[in-house]
T-cell receptor, first 111, second 117 residues
């Protein structure tokens, strides 16, 4: 079993829908939790960054971490076709500089 | 201008050939990384370097070697390419920050699509 599990999808939703993307993990030492967005033929870019448990909101995006369940989520409100991309979760132990990435979930938002 | 550049962007080669992928960055970061991305497998770390004199193996280093020629340049070599090394390769960089909110964020290049026939 991989340290970080992420359903690869694809996840197809209509424009305006609320999207929920999720990852589970097994390493209880993870303290930093990231979401990267990767457009087709591009490198990943950091979208959201959370330390420890709790929620973090940035515009239409909300990152949520539940360390007791070893589960993280990314919510996208009012999804747009421009949100169509692959979303990768990544996690890092405190004091480590190397993140562990999930496989990525392909999201398609159709007009 | 791109901060992290990779050359070539696409490459087709034959089994047994030696090939080098190059990465350059203008971000002034000390740390550089090479990943490969395969469908369904996500990003896997091949090698990483925290400064010019520091080279470390990642989880899948067999069949690969690297060279850190300068702070800004980090090259990945496939000594004798084989078909299962067909993948998308990414170079990434990160800075040494003191407790910033995005401490150790990685910045990725545009990728090199490598096909080994």
């Amino acid at each position: 079993q991989k340290e970080v599990e992420q359903d690869p999808g694809p996840l197809s939703v209509p424009e305006g829908a609320i999207v929920s993307l999720n990852c589970t993990y097994s390493n209880s030492a993870f303290q930093y939790f990231m979401w990267y967005r990767q457009y087709s033929r591009k490198g990943p870019e950091l979208l959201m960054y959370t330390y420890s448990s709790g929620n973090k909101e940035d515009g239409r995006f909300t990152a949520q971490v539940d360390k007791s369940s070893k589960y993280i989520s990314l919510f996208i409100r009012d999804s747009q076709p421009s949100d169509s991309a692959t979303y990768l979760c990544a996690m890092k132990e405190g004091g480590s500089y190397i993140p562990t990435f999930g496989r990525g979930t392909s999201l398609i938002v159709h007009p | 201008d791109a901060d992290v550049t990779q050359t070539p962007r696409n490459r087709i080669t034959k089994t047994g050939k030696r090939i080098m992928l190059e990465c350059s960055q203008t971000k002034g970061h000390d740390r550089m990384y090479w990943y490969r991305q395969d469908p369904g497998l996500g990003l896997r770390l091949i090698y990483y370097s925290f400064d010019v004199k520091d080279i470390n193996k990642g989880e899948i280093s067999d069949g690969y070697s690297v060279s850190r020629q300068a702070q800004a340049k980090f090259s990945l070599s496939l000594e004798s390419a084989i078909p299962n090394q067909t993948a998308l390769y990414f170079c990434a960089t990160s800075a040494v920050l003191a407790g910033g909110p995005t401490d150790n964020e990685q910045f990725f290049g545009p990728g090199t699509r490598l096909t080994v026939l």
